[in-house]
Structures are given as structure tokens and as C-alpha cells.
T-cell receptor, first 113, second 112 residues
Framework: ETGVTQSPTHLIKTRGQQVTLRCSSQ?????VSWYQQALGQGPQFIFQ???????GRGNFPPRFSGLQFPNYSSELNVNALELDDSALYLC????????????FGPGTRLTVL | TQLLEQSPQFLSIQEGENLTVYCNSS?????LQWYRQEPGEGPVLLVT?????EVKKLKRLTFQFGDARKDSSLHITAAQPGDTGLYLC????????????FGQGTELSVKP
């Protein structure tokens, strides 16, 4: 059984640029959630994808968008990067949209200069 | 707004000591989860507590869910350096399916 994988592991961008982060869900999991974790904080829910559609969203602006593909993998896109977007971005997968137990990937560390 | 507050935020102890981490809310949660996160890694689920008053044990770790399902605690007996990490409690949002609400975490350092 393959766990949740994310790419890239680290990324450095400058303010105003756009970034795409990728996540492959655990085998058999059809739901993917994305979280932002600032340094010294707990993760904050960005959104969840189920059956290729957004299925719940946290308090993040529209420049945070996502996609889910037929194989359940997912992308997080962030436009017009701001310095405060610097964080660890975590992807989590689970077996269904209402399942509480989810499994996290190792994260992508994004630095915005 | 559902919030989870953890205390303490930082804890530095010697190997062999006992410790307790608290996770409190003014809201009722249907369940609470505890995760451990190491630097450069994602959170790893340790336990889920579902029933008010429930106690679960995982080797030297004891987890308790409050009777009113508004709080939880994690007690570690005879801490070891391998217990070092960020401990996070989290609970499902009551009105937004799929969303997990996390506490801000407790950074534990166990020195040999």
C-alpha cells in the first residue's frame, strides 16, 4: 500500500508568482484535503476534493485553487503569491468525504521571497 | 467558531519524566484526534477518541476524552527522546464536512 506523496519537497518563489503543488493520494482513497501550516502553528484547512470537485473550503481567498484528477491525485495552485503564503502545505487523503481519519503526506515547504 | 486550544505550547523535560498536554474547546466535538509531527514530515495519527470519558492507551501514551466532549488530554509516562516532536489535537468541524480543526500544537523536547 502506497502512502500519500507530495512534490516538490521544497520550493522558493518570489512575490507575485504562481505555484502548483502536487499530491498523490493513498491507494484506495478518493478524497483529498489540503492544509496550510505556518511555522509554529497547527494546520489550517484550505479545501477538500471529492470526485474531482471541491467539497468544502476554509477561509482562503480565491487565488488558492485546486484540481482533482480521475486517479484521485490532486493539485493546489496559488496565484499572486504573497510573503505570508510561506508555509508547509500538507495534503491528506481518506476513504470518503465524511470520513474523519485521514493520512497526511510529508508536505511541500514553500518559501516566498 | 470552533477553536481548539492546546497547552502548554512548549515543553522541555528530561528523559524519564511524565507530562500531560491539554486540548480544550468551548465547543462540543463528535471526536478528537491526536497527531505527532516531526520536522519536515506530515502529522501522523496516534489515536481517535469518540466517546465522552473514553480512555485509550498506546504503550506509554494515555489519551482521554472529556465527559462533555469539549476537551482531551495526552499523558506520556517516562518520556523518551524518541517522543520529541509536535503534538497536535484536531477535531472535525461541526458544520463543514471534511474539515479538521487543529490546535496550535505542543512542541515537546525530551532531553537524554
Amino acid at each position: 500500500e502506497t502512502g500519500v506523496t507530495q512534490s516538490p519537497t521544497h520550493l522558493i518563489k518570489t512575490r507575485g508568482q504562481q505555484v502548483t503543488l502536487r499530491c498523490s493520494s493513498q491507494s484506495g482513497h478518493n478524497t483529498v484535503s489540503w492544509y496550510q501550516q505556518a511555522l509554529g502553528q497547527g494546520p489550517q484547512f484550505i479545501f477538500q476534493y471529492y470526485r474531482e470537485e471541491e467539497n468544502g473550503r476554509g477561509n482562503f481567498p480565491p487565488r488558492f485553487s485546486g484540481l482533482q484528477f480521475p486517479n484521485y491525485s490532486s493539485e493546489l495552485n496559488v496565484n499572486a503569491l504573497e510573503l505570508d503564503d510561506s508555509a508547509l502545505y500538507l495534503c491528506a487523503s481518506k476513504g470518503g468525504p465524511d470520513t474523519d481519519t485521514q493520512y497526511f503526506g510529508p508536505g511541500t515547504r514553500l518559501t516566498v521571497l | 467558531t470552533q477553536l481548539l486550544e492546546q497547552s502548554p505550547q512548549f515543553l522541555s523535560i528530561q528523559e524519564g519524566e511524565n507530562l500531560t498536554v491539554y486540548c480544550n474547546s468551548s465547543s462540543v466535538f463528535s471526536s478528537l484526534q491526536w497527531y505527532r509531527q516531526e520536522p519536515g514530515e506530515g502529522p501522523v495519527l496516534l489515536v481517535t477518541v469518540v466517546t465522552g470519558g473514553e480512555v485509550k492507551k498506546l504503550k506509554r501514551l494515555t489519551f482521554q476524552f472529556g465527559d462533555a466532549r469539549k476537551d482531551s488530554s495526552l499523558h506520556i509516562t517516562a518520556a523518551q527522546p524518541g517522543d520529541t516532536g509536535l503534538y497536535l489535537c484536531a477535531g472535525p468541524s461541526g458544520n463543514q464536512g471534511g474539515k479538521l480543526i487543529f490546535g496550535q500544537g505542543t512542541e515537546l523536547s525530551v532531553k537524554p
